[in-house]
């Protein structure tokens, strides 16, 4: 087979390509596990860990709270799911500084799109507060380390509580009769959209209940929202999300048209303040008025 001139010089450029490429992926492989780590325990889904660390302890929490620190003397509470985890060094190792561990993880959520909020020394130990805003969720990490050996990740995926518990139906007309109205929470919809998620199916049928407990009892549908967005839309929206309501009511439980009018406030009958993220929960709702 005739060979080219060239082809030597292309094959020893193949070849170191791909010793680099080796090479480069050793330190990841070693930053992704260790046979030290705790059992069942796994790095933040956001990063890797610095070289040579082992998990220590692991906690991961479905719905909790952390505050960051923003600025000296003020905290943000967010809540959402949590991870906290700590890293020890293996022995032998030549311990990184504080500021070399805040500053790697500031660099690596850098590269996703992430920012540095707040950084501050306390103690000896350097902290960094950071925020990740990736495919609609809202990540926010605390880092802390100093030259002992250990350092700690703190990371919080915002996210509202899902409402597991939900008022029966005795509770549901008890409210109607004493005070004219009542709040259902547990009844869910996307942001921005008025299509009922299946985790509503639970207080559907508690409203389902209580209608048919009492064949003359009718009801105003109220969808409300918060004060996010335009009014115009806030209020059709409202009146998008009760009409889906009645609309499931009637057509998946047989419950009357005639006993049900969707109406929509939008953001006019707020509950709470909209100034925080429970308050807008809160007014995000839907109510059962009695006609």
Not at 105 to 110: E, G, Q, T
Not at 210 to 220: C, E, F, I, P, S
């Amino acid at each position: 087979m005739k060979t080219t001139q060239g082809e030597p010089m292309r094959h020893c450029i193949l070849t170191i390509l791909i010793v680099i490429l080796c090479l480069i992926q050793v330190p990841f492989a070693f930053a992704a596990s260790d046979p030290n780590d705790s059992p069942g325990s796994k790095d933040p889904d956001l990063f890797s860990r610095m070289p040579g660390f082992h998990i220590y302890s692991y906690e991961a929490l479905e719905f909790d709270r952390h505050e960051f620190q923003v600025e000296p003397g003020k905290m943000e509470k967010v809540e959402g799911y949590h991870t906290v985890v700590v890293y020890y060094a293996n022995e032998g190792m030549d311990h990184p500084s504080g500021l070399q561990i805040t500053r790697n993880y500031v660099n690596a959520a850098k590269a996703v799109g992430g920012e540095e909020i707040y950084a501050f020394e306390d103690g000896g130990t350097e902290y960094s507060i950071i925020r990740v805003i990736k495919e609609d969720k809202e990540i926010w990490v605390e880092v802390s380390g100093a030259n002992n050996g250990m350092y700690n990740v703190q990371m919080v995926e915002k996210q509202l509580m899902k409402q597991d518990v939900v008022a029966n139906a005795d509770a549901l007309s008890g409210s109607i009769k004493e005070t004219g109205r009542v709040a259902v929470y547990g009844i869910y919809f996307d942001t921005g959209k008025a299509d009922l998620k299946p985790a509503s199916d639970p207080a559907l049928a508690e409203i389902v209940k209580m209608l048919k407990a009492d064949a003359n009892l009718k009801v105003y549908v109220v969808g409300h929202t918060d004060n996010v967005g335009q009014f115009a839309n806030n209020v059709k929206l409202s009146q998008d999300r009760a009409a889906s309501v009645v609309n499931a009511l009637v057509g998946k439980h047989g419950i009357a048209a005639a006993r049900l009018s969707p109406f929509g406030a939008g953001p006019t009958s707020p509950v709470a303040s909209n100034k925080t993220d429970e308050g807008k929960a809160k007014n995000r709702r839907v109510e059962l008025v009695g006609q």
